[in-house]
């Protein structure tokens, strides 16, 4: 069934419209006048629209070029309804309609224009998703080599980071021997000489010896620590980026978690009116699985990502009081579910995502039209990662006052 708006003056082409497509049980509207046609048009959304290009009282080519003007309306079959003399008139204007019907009426040639009407509004339809999709695969595939430019890049600096801070780390070891043996020997000269002169005590006292002699180990080690971070941070990057460039390889799922954990650590401790966002990890022992690594470490870091956001802006939403009582938690488990399969569940216990954002999560073409929600976006890629390229599910479970759940299926080999 089509819906049809048929713009027709006089009474006996109006009634036989009517009838015919009336018969054929298709939704007709029948109006005499072109600007009322206009409005009903808007309000409509018709399939075919049939104009009466034969009546003084209806300016065809003005309804055809306004109704191919509009965005939503420009889509409808425009069916110009002519006699023999005007149709050759009308060709020399260069009309903008879709298809022309001969006075008077014979009705297999109407119903056959309105399902030509139809025909061709399938086909538009289906030609624009073709082109969407066509689309899509091209934003896809500029997307992974992006990404994986992006991850040789930073693999890249993080190997050249890496090379001078394991020389400052290795020497400090030798900073802090070398230290510790001057200050002994200068504790050994305390001892042995008793009566020093003047210029030595009055330089004793301003540098306040005891101190320094206490505060330079205290210092080394904590450039120790600092530069053992910094190499964690640059190993856990060269980690995360792995380049997918080779393929499918095996992948411990746990350390990718705990390197994806380690690149948000910024984001957890407290901020104005949040507490530190606590961390609980229950990781069971899971065999390595074959996978895209680079891939599957971008997906994890969407989904925890966008646990953050959700802390964030409930505690935004507290009262000052409500919020330094609430304590921001997400919670990463990790379990064998069959000797196929593992799961990872990631949760929090903030507020429900809206159910137009979990609607947008599976739609393969969100990332080929506008989106509203940034976080809906994120959690797209991380459902085309997971289920389109690994084969896998990712279920979110999101219920108002126990926050959001996501459980992620990945089998053990690709196949």
Not at 192 to 207: A, C, H, T
Request: glycine fraction near 6%; hydrophobic fraction near 40%; include cysteine.
């Amino acid at each position: 069934m089509a819906k049809i708006l048929a713009i027709v003056a006089d009474t006996v082409n109006f009634q036989v419209v009517q009838e015919l497509l009336g018969q054929e049980g298709h939704q007709v509207r029948v109006v005499p006048d072109g600007r009322e046609g206009l409005d009903l048009a808007r309000e409509l959304s018709p399939d075919a629209i049939i104009c009466d290009g034969t009546s003084p009282q209806i300016n065809f080519l003005e309804v055809c070029r306004l109704l191919k003007a509009d965005r939503e309306l420009a889509a409808a079959y425009f069916i110009l309804l002519t006699t023999p003399e005007q149709f050759e008139e009308v060709q020399e204007l260069d009309a903008p309609f879709d298809d022309f019907l001969v006075k008077p009426i014979v009705k297999q040639e109407l119903l056959a224009r309105v399902r030509a009407s139809k025909r061709g509004r399938e086909l538009r339809a289906q030609l624009d998703l073709a082109q969407q999709e066509l689309q899509l695969s091209r934003d896809r595939m500029l997307q992974t080599e992006k990404m994986s430019s992006l991850g040789e890049l930073v693999s890249g600096l993080a190997h050249e980071i890496n090379n001078p801070i394991t020389f400052i780390y290795s020497n400090l070891t030798h900073v802090q021997t070398y230290a510790t043996d001057l200050i002994e020997l200068l504790q050994l000269y305390q001892k042995e000489l008793v009566n020093p002169g003047s210029e030595i005590l009055e330089k004793q006292q301003d540098m306040d010896v005891e101190f320094v002699f206490d505060d330079l180990l205290k210092i080394v080690s904590s450039m120790r620590n600092g530069s053992d971070r910094i190499r964690q941070i640059i190993l856990s990057l060269q980690d995360f980026s792995r380049s997918d460039r080779s393929g499918w390889q095996l992948f411990d799922v746990s350390d990718g978690l705990e390197n994806t954990l380690l690149l948000l650590q910024h984001r957890l401790p407290a901020r104005e009116g949040r507490r530190d966002i606590k961390v609980m990890k229950e990781f069971g022992n899971l065999p390595q699985i074959e996978c895209y690594a680079g891939r599957l470490n971008q997906a994890f870091l969407n989904i925890i990502n966008h646990e953050i956001d959700t802390l964030e802006e409930l505690t935004q939403e507290f009262e000052e009081s409500e919020s330094v009582k609430f304590k921001p938690v997400i919670w990463i488990s990790t379990q064998v579910v069959d000797e196929r399969r593992i799961s990872i569940e990631i949760g929090d216990n903030g507020m429900a995502i809206r159910e137009d954002i979990t609607a947008q999560i599976s739609d393969p073409l969100l990332m080929a039209k506008p989106v509203e929600h940034s976080l809906a976006l994120g959690l797209a890629v991380s459902y085309r990662i997971i289920v389109e390229q690994h084969k896998g599910e990712l279920t979110c479970f999101s219920e108002p006052g126990k926050g959001t759940r996501f459980r992620i299926e990945l089998p053990l080999r690709h196949s």
